[in-house]
């Protein structure tokens, strides 16, 4: 791998970002008077609590947020969330991580609601590279951005990885 890294979005653009989602997510569900964030960990759930906050400050909505655990490089589905899925019934769901490279884990995590009657789900993620392996797709994005398979996208988020926030290609 190279060690050349490329600075993709700076704290700022990470932020501006964020917000832009958050509006995207408030006008597309306009009609819903709760909505459930459900972060991939670690840095999805970050990220998701960062557009539970954006959410709570423009809108009257309650905002749900759960947390699923999962080994994203497993073939097979393991997964655990710190609140019952129940709360997310009949109601609309965000999927959100921070990078959706083959869709793997956004994947996974959709299969730990499957057994949930929803009335809708979404995904949201900071960074889509565009490989994707399952049939996935961002409704919510920052960047869409064309690599090669050899590249890596690296993002980094104050509260999980104490350095300051930053996506890179690498």
Known sequence: MSSKKTL???????KQKSIRIAYQI???NFEDET????GIADRGYVFAQRLQAILKDISDKEI???????KKTSRSLSAGT???????????????DDVLNSGRALAYGLGVFLNVPLRKMRTAVLIDRSHHKFPIFSDYYGTKLSTILKEHVTVTLEEF??????????
């Open 8 to 14: 993709i979005l700076n704290k700022e653009q990470i």
């Open 26 to 28: 408030l006008e597309d």
């Open 35 to 38: 909505l459930v964030l459900v």
């Open 64 to 70: 749900l947020l759960i947390k699923v655990t999962m």
């Open 82 to 96: 710190d609140l019952p899925v129940d709360i997310a019934k009949d109601k609309t769901i965000i999927l959100v």
């Open 161 to 170: 990885d104490n350095e300051e926030d930053a996506a890179w290609l690498v």
